[in-house]
């Protein structure tokens, strides 16, 4: 099959080697672009901070930038979203790694669990823009004490409005693989702007979950993973 991948780089790369070890045939198509804030990190990790929090491997990256600013907050509890962010953080040499259910919301759990009276210091939640407000409300609603830092920003990437229908030009897309809501809305404009309908370029819209789904066209024929990681997206295929 030839499937879209729209996520971010290096991500993007790496999904192609799973679809291409699958059989099937990848297109990247990045919609959007991370910026580091590295050195917002590194001042965020001078304070006080009696957990980190994660929501995205994303982070991972930016925290890997830090070099050997790192090594101190190596043994700080991480609170990680999914397995893939969990398996990042284990890669940088964290040693004492707490994975969640794959949602913000559901993060809170395990945290919660670990620190039945809140943790000694604030947590240190290290998020993206934009991003769903999901552990920071569930944080809220459950009393821990917590301070949010963005360590990177994603930005749309700026393609040309007939990139759709070249590709349209070899072919139906059997499948496109989305993996946010910002993706989601800058492929509708995308889409728009090529003056294409969902429908004629992609007979399957595969989603992280019904958020995203919930962006795209009315004719998009929308398909939701069964829990939000890449391993069960794929398995939509």
Do not use: N, W
Not at 20 to 40: D, F, K, S, T
Not at 73 to 89: K, M, S
Not at 182 to 195: G, K, W
């Amino acid at each position: 099959m030839r499937v879209l991948v729209t996520r971010p780089r290096p991500a993007a790369a790496a999904t192609a080697l799973k679809l291409e070890a699958m059989g099937h045939e990848a297109i990247l198509l990045p919609l959007m672009q991370a910026e580091h804030l590295v050195a917002a990190v590194g001042t965020a990790l001078k304070q006080s901070h009696g957990a980190i929090a994660l929501t995205s491997a994303e982070a991972t990256r930016v925290l890997e930038a830090l070099d050997h600013a790192l090594k101190p907050h190596l043994a700080t509890p991480l609170f990680c979203v999914g397995e893939a962010t969990g398996r990042a953080a284990a890669d940088l040499g964290f040693t004492d790694i707490h994975v969640g259910p794959g949602t913000g919301e559901g993060l809170a759990e395990p945290i919660a669990a670990a620190f039945p009276l809140g943790p000694p210091e604030p947590l240190l939640y290290l998020a993206g823009s934009p991003r769903s407000d999901g552990l920071e409300r569930a944080l809220r609603q459950r009393g821990i004490d917590h301070r949010t830092v963005e360590c990177y920003r994603m930005t749309p990437v700026d393609h040309r409005s007939d990139e759709l229908s070249g590709l349209l030009r070899a072919g139906q897309v059997d499948a496109v693989l989305l993996y946010s809501r910002e993706s989601a809305r800058q492929f509708t404009t995308l889409l728009s702007r090529s003056r294409l309908s969902a429908a004629a370029l992609s007979r399957r819209y595969l989603c992280l979950s019904a958020s995203i789904a919930e962006v795209l066209p009315p004719d998009a024929a929308t398909e939701i993973a069964a829990l939000p990681d890449e391993e069960h997206l794929l398995r939509r295929l």
